[in-house]
């Protein structure tokens, strides 16, 4: 059975920082491309971050270039998601995705909250 | 980037026929896929490449491209199908998700 366990949430302030951590299980987690998505409170789906099976290729939208940062670590099955510099609007639940093509999402975790606040 | 354009929401009665479409410049070079998200739960996957379907996926569950606006269609709508739907596609570096369409089952 294919499991993703995102962790790492919280209530941070604005400018602090946190760390995801998806743990991936079930399935070749070296094969997959990986993906962050996040979804705003009583808001829509939005595309955060992708890095390939290799790491060779990472990429990210517009509205958190400069501030996150994708990793993985095949050997432990696990993504990362560094998050610098937070701001009210990163408020969101993130969820971790694995992609066999690079173009969908055939998998997703459950989420994990995060809350920027003062 | 690009955007995707949903209806935010359908209504349909039990047992009748829910279309939901999506629109975009980008759809006639680019696949679309589908997602189902019921509240409090992560999105499942319902149609991929356009029309195609994950195995474990209904057969109601069907998918069109016409043009610049692809359409998820159920038939024979039930109750369990009441859920936010999300149109996606991708480029070679931007993934885009359409706003979502809440489809009530009445």
């Known amino acids: 059975e294919v499991q993703l366990v995102e962790s790492g949430g919280g209530l941070v302030k604005p400018g602090g920082s946190l760390r995801l951590s998806c743990a991936a299980s079930g399935f070749t987690f070296s094969s997959y491309s990986m993906n962050w998505v996040r979804q705003a409170p009583g808001k829509g789906l939005e595309w955060v971050s992708s890095i390939s099976s290799s790491s060779s290729y990472i990429y990210y939208a517009d509205s958190v270039k400069g501030r996150f940062t994708i990793s993985r670590d095949n050997a432990k099955n696990s993504l990362y998601l560094q998050m610098n510099s937070l701001r009210a609007e990163d408020t969101a639940v993130y969820y971790c995705?694995?992609?066999?093509?690079?173009?969908?999402?055939?998998?997703w975790g459950q989420g994990t909250l995060v809350t920027v606040s003062s | 980037s690009y955007e995707l354009t949903q209806p935010p929401s359908v209504s349909v009665s039990p047992g009748q026929t829910a279309r939901i479409t999506c629109s975009g410049d980008a759809l006639p070079k680019q696949y679309a896929y589908w997602y189902q998200q019921k509240p409090g739960q992560a999105p499942v996957l319902v149609i991929y490449k356009d029309s195609e379907r994950p195995s474990g996926i209904p057969e109601r569950f069907s998918g069109s491209s016409s043009g610049t606006t692809v359409t998820l269609t159920i038939s024979g709508v039930q109750a369990e199908d009441e859920a936010d739907y999300y149109c996606?596609?991708?480029?070679?570096?931007?993934?885009?998700f359409g706003g979502g369409t809440k489809l009530t089952v009445l």
């Open positions: 996606q596609s991708a480029d070679s570096s931007s993934w885009v």
């Open positions: 995705a694995a992609a066999g093509t690079p173009l969908y999402f055939d998998y």
